[in-house]
Every structure is written in C-alpha cells, then in structure tokens.
C-alpha cells in the first residue's frame, strides 16, 4: 500500500506564490508516475502537473508558464512551485501517483489534498 502526504497549501494573494510538497511512503515497488490534479468547487477534477508513465512531464494550458513540477526521486516526493497566482487557481490540490505496492499489482494512489486559496 501506498500513501500519499500534501503539505504546502494555505492562503496566498494574486500574485504570489506557493510551493506544494507532497511525499510518497509505505510498501513502494514502483512509482511509474506522480503528480498534481486540483478540483475546484463544482468542477471537475484536472491535471495541474505530471511526470507521466511515458517518460514525458506534463502540464495544464492554464498553468504553463507558471507552475513548475519537480521531484526528489530518492526520497519518493514531488514539488509543484507556483508563481503568479490567480484566484482561478483556487481549488484543492491533490496528489496523484501511478504505483505498485509490490510486483503483481499497479494502482492509482492519491492523496488528501491541501487547500489553495487565492485571494486579496
């Protein structure tokens, strides 16, 4: 089993920034990807920010530019820097990693997600 663990997420101006944390532990055999969705109030839940099964590192239109997706593999974590901040980007954060607890099974695993308020 896999667990997920955000942190970073709180309240910040248009403009600013905020980094998010989010770190993987338990029984890992494998993590084939990680990375950010967010899912804002009465909307869906979207891709922010991914380092993709494929090999490729992906992102949103909207936050191109912006946000930028990093990880520590040897520590089994990854970071989503974001830099000029709207309030469209208000939403809970979560987690996401494409995994496998042991060599027979492979599942997504998400976090609990932090909260990002964007907002003056």
């Known amino acids: 089993q896999v667990q997920l663990v955000e942190s970073g997420g709180g309240l910040v101006q248009p403009g600013g920034s905020l980094r998010l944390s989010c770190a993987a532990s338990g029984t890992i055999f494998s993590i084939y990807g990680m990375g950010w969705y967010r899912q804002a109030p009465g909307k869906q839940r979207e891709m922010v920010a991914e380092?993709?099964?494929?090999?490729?590192?992906d992102y949103a239109d909207s936050v191109k530019g912006r946000f930028t997706i990093s990880r520590d593999d040897a520590k089994n974590m990854v970071f989503l820097e974001m830099n000029s901040l709207k309030p469209e980007d208000t939403a809970v954060y979560y987690c996401?990693?494409?995994?496998?607890?042991?060599?027979?099974?492979?599942?997504?695993?998400w976090g609990q997600g932090t909260q990002v308020t964007v907002s003056s």
């Open positions: 996401y990693a494409d995994a496998s607890g042991n060599a027979f099974s492979r599942l997504d695993y």
């Open positions: 380092f993709t099964s494929y090999g490729t590192t």
